[in-house]
């Protein structure tokens, strides 16, 4: 078995958004240009009409093994049956994962900037419930 599934994890030490802006950091801070998708790279790379989401530049603060469940959440809730459900998965990945800014979520899926945000408030706080029911 692998060693890093033995590893317990403390999901409630963070809040849904907590985990996901600790997740998006380590993603951004370990795949620079390395990516199992290289179009996607060079697609980002290239776009220039992307309004890109001024953040400020947080501290990775997440274990490997923690970001790896993390990303398993979110594959699951990705995965869900439910096309909604599926729909705020990708809005949570375009937002934390990819650091996209609402708009420019909104202007690639053509709804507005209220409805993205509204749809990764729901996704967060599905995953708030979620969290809150898994072992440690």
């Given at each position: 078995m692998n060693a890093a599934t033995e590893l317990k994890m403390n999901w409630v030490k963070r809040s849904?958004?907590?985990w996901l802006e600790q997740y998006g950091a380590w993603v951004r801070t370990t795949k620079t240009q390395v990516s199992a998708n290289p179009l996607a790279i060079l697609i980002d790379r290239n776009d220039k009409t992307r309004i890109h989401a001024s953040k400020v530049s947080i501290p990775v603060d997440?274990?490997?093994h923690e970001?790896?469940?993390v990303?398993?959440?979110l594959?699951?809730?990705h995965n869900d049956s439910r096309e909604f459900m599926q729909e705020r998965a990708?809005?949570?990945i375009l937002f934390y994962e990819n650091n996209w800014s609402y708009l420019s979520i909104a202007n690639a899926h053509?709804?507005?900037k209220a409805?993205?945000?509204a749809e990764i408030d729901k996704g967060l706080s599905y995953l708030d419930g979620v969290i809150e029911n898994l072992p440690y």
């Open positions: 849904a958004h907590q997440i274990e490997d970001a790896v469940r990303s398993k959440l594959a699951k809730m990708w809005f949570l053509g709804c507005s409805k993205v945000r």
